[in-house]
């Protein structure tokens, strides 16, 4: 699905208006209209019950006057909190704040100093509250009268619908810098906008609902490259029935080079996350002295051992096997739990320039090309980075704070100038293509944050590539089925104790779904 930042949503009502003629007030009118709609979805009737609509100053504020006017009608009690003087209405918004005066309905002015004592009181007997401060248009922080407000209607115990985004969220990040609405339920317009799907804004929206306001399809279609939240359908479409002609030979030959003395689960697990994502066949690498504890439960991959350092880390020498095995195979995986002997590291910078196959980079891989980003620009092969943000930070040079604050800018640049996909991990993993496309993952929580859930991640992403997706559906697919799978474990689990080979047991579910 489509999101949208501010400016973007603001194009697309504008040619809405000036292309096609439809007027900002009808789209005014769809809007609150489809508020209510959803508001009757939630609780059936609304008759005789009492909401709270808080009002701003824009054209939020004017979409929730037409929430006022239509619940009114259906026969709800409403109070219509101004956070503003109505003097300060213009437009779309001042229409219809005059046609709520001339129906003879009250409105109270919370912008006063009385009016935190107004809205107390009108909080005590309410039973709904919709949040119709700030939308789109705002910016920065709120004020320090508006925050009391906000504090105010959080503490109430009532649930909160917003109306577009939660008043405080910044529309093109999700940032909240000061106060912010935090909602039960967000109805938002058109689009989603991106601060909806970017934490914390996702967390203070509850439960999204997106409703139509007429604008025509051309506008609002997905054409070319674009920002998209992943769901079900969108990975979906990327996926295939399996031929009855298969064989193991059609899904992919994938080759894993993974794993060092004391991190042998790492190349287990990225092993098993490919077979488990659908690779026809999968032979790990690991170091030759671990190559036995490595196959000792790895029935269904192949294993082959590799000239080694003293510390039981790839050495230099293993360059010529391993580009041999490299012919035999369709896709590579590498990094996790190869560490950063500095004979490993040099063994990584020289195999990249020498890459025939579709690559996957995670981990330790990654931090091998730290000092030498310049090669991962120059690779002749589609290449896939997972880095987390520790990691970003140090391909990039620059802090993790820096990296967490931007998240989708800094994929989507790193995305282009290095020409390969970069999946961002962290909280609302990002997907960024060389050719500018990003993919938000919703799926996911804080319980996946568990050694080896990453090793996972990359054998899916190779195992996803070996059947075929194009280089930046294998990692978004991969990025919304390892956290649909953590999420599944999870519900059963706790966010305690799961752990990362739990996320490879309840892979098979998430991958049903895509095929129900
Ligand atoms: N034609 C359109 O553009 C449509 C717009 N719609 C609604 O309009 C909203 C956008 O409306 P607006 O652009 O008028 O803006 P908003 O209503 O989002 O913003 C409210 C006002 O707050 C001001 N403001 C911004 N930051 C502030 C801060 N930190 N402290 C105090 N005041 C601040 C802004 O200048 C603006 O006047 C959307 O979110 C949506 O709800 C819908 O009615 C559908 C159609
Ligand atoms: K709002």
Redesign the pocket.
């Known amino acids: 699905m489509r999101v949208v930042t501010?400016e973007e949503?603001?194009q697309i009502?504008?040619d809405?208006?000036e292309q096609y003629g439809i007027p900002?007030v009808v789209?005014?009118e769809?809007?609150?209209i489809g508020v209510v709609r959803v508001i009757e979805e939630l609780i059936q009737n609304v008759r005789g019950k009492v909401f709270s609509v808080l009002v701003?100053?824009?054209?939020?504020?004017?979409?929730g006057l037409?929430i006022a006017r239509h619940l009114h009608n259906k026969g709800a009690q409403v109070k219509v909190l101004l956070m503003a003087n109505p003097s300060?209405f213009r437009?779309?918004?001042k229409v219809n704040l005059n046609i709520w005066e001339k129906m003879g309905q009250p409105i109270y002015q919370i912008n006063q100093t009385t009016g935190i004592n107004i809205l107390k009181l009108a909080l005590l007997s309410t039973d709904i509250i919709v949040d119709?401060?700030?939308?789109?248009?705002?910016?920065?922080?709120?004020?320090e009268k508006?925050a009391k407000v906000i504090e105010l209607v959080n503490v109430s115990n009532r649930p909160i619908i917003s109306?577009?985004?939660p008043?405080g969220v910044l529309?093109d990040s999700g940032k909240v810098l000061g106060a912010c609405i935090r909602a039960n339920h967000t109805v938002t317009?058109?689009l989603p906008?991106l601060g909806l799907v970017m934490e914390p804004g996702a967390s203070f929206a509850g439960e999204i609902h997106v409703v139509d306001?007429s604008l025509p399809g051309k506008l609002t279609d997905l054409s070319g490259s674009g920002k998209q939240l992943l769901t079900l359908e969108t990975i979906s479409a990327w996926f295939s029935p399996r031929s009855p002609e298969g064989h193991k030979g059609s899904y992919g030959r994938v080759l894993i080079l993974a794993g060092s003395r004391g991190m042998v689960g790492a190349a287990r697990l990225t092993a098993k996350g490919a077979l488990r994502a659908g690779a026809g066949l999968v032979t790990l690498a690991v170091p030759e002295s671990v190559q036995p504890v490595a196959a000792a439960s790895l029935d269904e991959a192949m294993t082959k051992g590799l000239p080694e350092t003293g510390e039981g880390t790839f050495s230099e020498d293993a360059l010529d096997m391993l580009l041999e095995y490299c012919k035999q195979a369709d896709v590579l995986a590498l990094g996790p739990g190869i560490t950063t002997h500095p004979e490993t590291v040099k063994l990584i910078r020289t195999l990249l320039p020498k890459l025939t196959i579709p690559t996957v980079i995670d981990a330790d891989g990654l931090n091998a090309l730290s000092e030498s980003t310049d090669i991962l620009g120059n690779t002749t092969v589609p290449l896939v980075i997972t880095p987390h943000p520790g990691e970003m930070s140090r391909l990039l040079n620059i802090s993790v704070h820096e990296i967490q604050d931007d998240r989708l800018n800094y994929a989507t640049v790193a995305a282009i100038e290095w020409n390969l996909t970069v999946l961002l991990k962290g909280a609302g993993t990002i997907v960024a293509s060389p050719g500018g496309n990003v993919y938000i993952n919703p799926t996911g929580n804080p319980g996946m944050a568990t050694g080896g859930s990453g090793d996972v991640l990359t054998g899916i992403i190779a195992g996803l590539l070996g059947q075929g997706l194009a280089p930046e559906h294998a990692a978004a697919a991969g990025a919304y089925l390892h956290g649909r799978a953590g999420d599944l474990a999870v519900r059963q689990l706790g966010q305690m104790s799961t752990l990362a080979g739990d996320i490879l047991k309840y892979l098979p579910e998430a991958l049903r779904e895509v095929f129900k």
């Open positions: 501010a949503m603001r009502d504008q809405a208006m900002g789209l005014m769809n809007a609150g701003g100053k824009g054209n939020n504020g004017g979409d037409v300060d437009g779309d918004a119709a401060l700030y939308g789109t248009g705002f910016h920065g922080e709120v004020e508006v109306v577009d985004i008043s529309a317009f058109g906008k306001i």
